[in-house]
C-alpha cells in the first residue's frame, strides 16, 4: 500500500511546547498499586458520556474506510473535540489497499499538554466495516477516548497525551501506519505507551492485552487498580494477536514495528470457540459467537440481547483508562 501523510502547523505547535518541557514520565514510576487512600470509582459512574457519543456513532451507520459515512463521523469528532476545548487537527492521507481500492481518509489528533514532555498516545479507529453499523467496532473505542478527553482535559497529567483517531483500519491500517511514519525519532524515544481501544462494548469479558516482560507492568497495575475499584479486567498473558501470516490485527502493530510498547483494551471471551478472541459472545448469538464485522454490530441488538453490558463496558473502560492517564491519582 501506499502512504502519504503530512503533520499540520498546529501539530508542530504543539510539538514545539511539548520539547520545551523536562518532567519524567515513566510507568513503573507513575502507576503505584492503589493504596486505601486512593479515591473510590463507584461501578456503574462513568460511561454515560461515552454512551451519547456511541449512540451518535451508530446512527451514522457503517462507516467504510473513505466513504463519506466515515468522513461524517470524522466531522463529528472533530467537533466533539473541539467543544471540550481542545484544537483537534485533522491530518489527510490517502493509499491503495492491497485490492487496488484508492482510499482517502484522515487521522484526527488532539494533545492534552501534560506534565513532562513524554507521550501516550490513545487511539480508536472510527471507520468501521460495511457490515452492521459499527457500534462494538470500533465506535465504542471512540466513545470511550471521547469521555476520557473530557475528563482529563483539566486534569493534571504525567504525561502529554495525544488522542488520535485513526480513518481507514479496516481498510488495511492505513491511519495508524501514517501516523507513526510520521514521527520523528525523537518523538518515538519520547512516547512512552501506544493504548489501542478497539471493540470493548459487546464481548462477555473485558481485557487489557501487551507485550511481556518489562512492557507488562502497566497492564498489571491496571488490573490490579480496576479490581480494587471492583471492575473485572482480564488479560492473556504471551497472548497472540497475529493472523495465520503473522499479521497485526490492530492498530498496535504499527506502534510495535516502531518499538512504541503498547497496552489493548478490547471485550470479547477467550474461553470460546477456538480461544483465540474472535468469539465474542455465545455462539448461539450474533453470527456463531461474533459481532464485530456483521450485521449484529448494532446497538439496538446489543442493548436487546445483552441488556446492561454495553453501559458496563463503557464504564469499565473509561474508569481504568482515566485512571492510567492521571498516574491514578
Known amino acids: 500500500m501506499k502512504l502519504r501523510y503530512r503533520l499540520g502547523p498546529m501539530a508542530v505547535a504543539f510539538l514545539i511546547a511539548l520539547l520545551m518541557m523536562s518532567f ?39 462507516r467504510w474506510s473513505g466513504s463519506e459515512e466515515e468522513a461524517e463521523a470524522g466531522q463529528y469528532i472533530v467537533r466533539a473535540l473541539a467543544d471540550l476545548g481542545y484544537v483537534p487537527v485533522v491530518h489527510p492521507f490517502s493509499g491503495t489497499s492491497y485490492d487496488e481500492e484508492d482510499i482517502d481518509s484522515a487521522n484526527i489528533v488532539a494533545v492534552k499538554v501534560g506534565d513532562s514532555s513524554e507521550t501516550i498516545v490513545v487511539g480508536a479507529h472510527y471507520d468501521s466495516s460495511d457490515e452492521g453499523r459499527g457500534t462494538d467496532d470500533n465506535g465504542s473505542g471512540v466513545a470511550v477516548l471521547l469521555e476520557v478527553a473530557e475528563l482529563v482535559a483539566a486534569a493534571s497529567t504525567p504525561c502529554t497525551i495525544y488522542f488520535v483517531a485513526f480513518g481507514a483500519e479496516e481498510a488495511g491500517f492505513f491511519g495508524s501506519d501514517a ?17 489501542n481501544l478497539d471493540s470493548i462494548s459487546a464481548g462477555d469479558r473485558a481485557y487489557i492485552y501487551s507485550q511481556e516482560g518489562a512492557d507488562s507492568v502497566a497492564r498489571d497495575e491496571a488490573i490490579g487498580w480496576a479490581t480494587s475499584h471492583g471492575y473485572d479486567l482480564r488479560t492473556v498473558r504471551n497472548v497472540d494477536l497475529s493472523d495465520e501470516d503473522g499479521y497485526a490485527t490492530a492498530d498496535y502493530g504499527a506502534f510495535e514495528r516502531a518499538g512504541i510498547p503498547w497496552l489493548y483494551f478490547e471485550a470479547t471471551n477467550w474461553e470460546l470457540g477456538d480461544r483465540d478472541g474472535y468469539t465474542q ?49
Open 281 to 329: 459472545v455465545d455462539p448461539r448469538y450474533g453470527d456463531d459467537g461474533a459481532i464485530i464485522h456483521t450485521e449484529y454490530d448494532d446497538l439496538e441488538y446489543l442493548d436487546r440481547v445483552f441488556p446492561g453490558r454495553v453501559n458496563a463496558r463503557l464504564d469499565l473502560f473509561v474508569a481504568v483508562l482515566r485512571a492510567l492517564l492521571t498516574g491514578y491519582r
Open 24 to 62: 519524567s514520565c515513566t510507568f513503573g514510576e507513575l502507576l503505584p498499586q492503589p493504596s486505601a487512600e486512593d479515591p473510590v470509582v463507584p461501578v456503574g459512574s462513568n460511561g454515560l458520556i461515552a454512551r451519547r457519543h456511541l449512540a451518535a456513532l451508530t446512527e451514522i451507520g457503517a
Open 179 to 195: 501516523f507513526v511514519s510520521a514521527l520523528s525519532s525523537h518523538e518515538i524515544s519520547t512516547t512512552t505507551r501506544f493504548v
